[in-house]
């Protein structure tokens, strides 16, 4: 099921995993990877990944599977990331590579554009550790003022297309930051290309995880977008139907 959650103000552990006093596992910022698919971003990888190693101290293993021609990958190695080289073959490639990679039990994908807070990772973890499978942050409740107009509108109807298609509803179908246990992201085979941001949300959903969507702030991103946005928009509407009927039927 998916459910809202406000922010709270507990924080997690930021130590690797233990037991709590009724023998569940908490996770801290050790078991955590922060992954990314990477694409001519050197004007913001850097302030991405100090903002990692600042709010995780350092703890958290950073994944990028990098396509680019500048300096992306150059900035993201000397911010002791790990960069996994790919040829450009689109969005859904690259984070479909980037999940897959590590083996810590919390993966948290991200863009590398700065649009996301990465002060929010103590709160998607503190979900985990309260039984979520699926943590997806909702960049359009607090309205999202700094995204695109148009792009804004396609958000807020491809979550109200999928809502309908899956009978349940959602109300960011298409952000980039999430938080998924392990054993989700190898249960499930991905299939999409520009519409895997709704799929990573999608299957998990219609197949029972549990998921909750938290309210994030959405920043103005550095540097020039990849996505065209009729195109794009396009290919993920497509994507959503796809998605949504394979799981109805499967």
């Known amino acids: 099921m998916s459910e809202a959650i406000e922010p709270s103000g507990v924080e997690p552990t930021i130590e690797s995993s233990e037991s709590d006093t009724d023998g569940n596992e ?25 903002d990692i190693e600042r709010i995780t101290d350092g703890k958290a293993e950073v994944v990028c599977v990098d396509g680019s021609s500048d300096r992306t990958p150059e900035i993201a190695r000397e911010h002791g990331a790990r ?3 790919q040829e450009p073959q689109g969005y859904g490639v690259a984070v479909r590579e980037a ?3 590590p083996d810590r039990p919390i993966v948290v994908t991200t863009d590398c554009d700065d649009t996301y807070p990465m002060e929010q990772l103590p709160k998607f973890l503190e979900a985990i550790n309260a039984g ?15 995204m695109p107009g148009f792009n804004r509108l396609g958000n807020r109807l491809f979550a109200l297309g999928a ?18 246990r392990r054993e989700v992201v190898e249960s499930i085979e991905w299939t999409e290309n520009t519409g895997l941001s709704a ?3 999608i ?26 946005p009729i195109e ?19």
Not at 172 to 179: E, K, L, V
Not at 207 to 227: C, F, N, W
């Open 163 to 180: 809502s309908v298609l899956m009978g349940e509803r959602v109300h960011d179908t298409t952000t980039g930051m999430r938080a998924y």
């Open 26 to 50: 908490e996770y801290g910022f050790g078991d955590l990877s922060v992954v990314m698919g990477t694409y001519n971003e050197e004007a913001a990888i850097g302030t991405v990944l100090a």
């Open 99 to 101: 999940i897959l990679a």
């Open 232 to 250: 794009g928009g396009a290919a993920i509407a497509k994507s959503i139907v796809k998605v949504c009927l394979e799981e109805r039927f499967r």
């Open 83 to 85: 960069v996994i080289e």
């Open 203 to 228: 299957r998990p959903l219609m197949r029972g995880y549990d998921v909750r969507e938290h309210p994030i702030d959405y920043a103005e991103r550095l540097g020039e977008t990849k996505l065209d």
């Open 199 to 201: 799929e990573l949300l």
């Open 132 to 146: 979520y499978d699926v943590v997806s942050g909702d960049r359009l409740y607090h309205g999202a003022e700094t």
